[in-house]
């Protein structure tokens, strides 16, 4: 992981797909694995986490999964604002398997906490991780460096269209997704050229 120290105590956490899988083996229960997924693969913010209900999620036409965000974040100044987020089939199903085994109705949240008890969990799973790992740099990441796995996943790793990732993630402008990207490595700028053969 890529770490960046910021104002305060605070840090900026890049992630790689298998250190998210390292914070998926430190959960304690399903639900605590749940809010993993939803923060690294569907790109949702911690107060985003608790509004999701099994009623917000929808099957395109072509047999893709959607998630409702009722309430996002909206930079302009209301009450939120809602998008359709990209919901993984692997996610879907470990959504639905929660949903019967804890007979939530369609109405009612996945995840019964506030947003402090989100970032809890996340807290407590962190620690966990870095116990088991040996790496202690697992206690610096956040809710918010899964988000930023998400985003760096399919903007760099993916090479996904920017509107796209702006779209399903919930960002206004490309100044807003920027910060999540990595800078990227010399190794990085090396196969990129090679790629395109210039």
Known sequence: MRIEATAGNEHKVWLTDDEIEDLR??????????IIQLGAFVGLRAFEIPQVCPGDV???????YRLR????KDTSGSEGKPREAYLPASVERDLQRYQNEHNIAPKDPYIDLSQPGVRA??????VRA???TGDEDFEKVSTHDLRRRFAQRLLVDQ????????AVGGWDSFAAIEPYLNTPTEKVVDEAFREISL
């Open 159 to 166: 090479q996904m269209n920017p509107r796209v990732v702006m």
């Open 121 to 126: 969990v996340v807290r407590r799973t962190t």
């Open 69 to 72: 965000v009722r309430s996002g």
């Open 25 to 34: 083996r430190a959960t304690t229960s399903q639900r605590d694995d749940i």
């Open 58 to 64: 929808s099957e395109s036409t072509s047999g893709q």
């Open 130 to 132: 870095a116990e088991v």
